[in-house]
Nanobody, 124 residues
Framework: QVQVAESGGGLAQAGHSLRLSCVVS????????MGWFRQAPEKDREFVAA????????WYGDSVQGRFTISRENAKNMAFLQMDNLKPEDTAVYYC?????????????????WGQGAQVTVSS
């Protein structure tokens, strides 16, 4: 059974940085495409970033392009989301997700495995 778990959320001031981590267990991590999504209160889940199996290719949502960086370390079964120059509108629950087939997908239903989410709160 594949399990996904995020860590590293918390409170940050606008303009500062946070780094989210995601560990995947029970599956073949190095073959999965990985993605990050977020959901703010009363809003739809939003695509943030994705990467292919070896991290060579990355995709970003328009609202985070140039500020966030997705990466992965296959030897540790981990993916990361480096969030720089945070803004109050980045406040949301952030989810890590894995897909066996839809690499680079920006739609949440294309991902089979999900974590429970990590809260990120950015104060102005």
């Amino acid at each position: 059974q594949v399990q996904v778990a995020e860590s590293g959320g918390g409170l940050a001031q606008a303009g500062h940085s946070l780094r989210l981590s995601c560990v995947v267990s029970g599956g073949s991590f190095s073959s999965y495409g990985m993605g990050w999504f977020r959901q703010a209160p009363e809003k739809d889940r939003e695509f943030v970033a994705a990467t292919n199996w070896d991290g060579r290719y990355t995709w970003y949502g328009d609202s985070v392009q140039g500020r966030f960086t997705i990466s992965r370390e296959n030897a540790k079964n981990m993916a990361f989301l480096q969030m720089d120059n945070l803004k109050p509108e980045d406040t949301a629950v952030y989810y890590c997700a894995a897909t066996r087939t839809a690499v680079g997908a920006t739609l949440a239903p294309r991902y089979e495995y999900w974590g429970q989410g990590a809260q990120v709160t950015v104060s102005s």
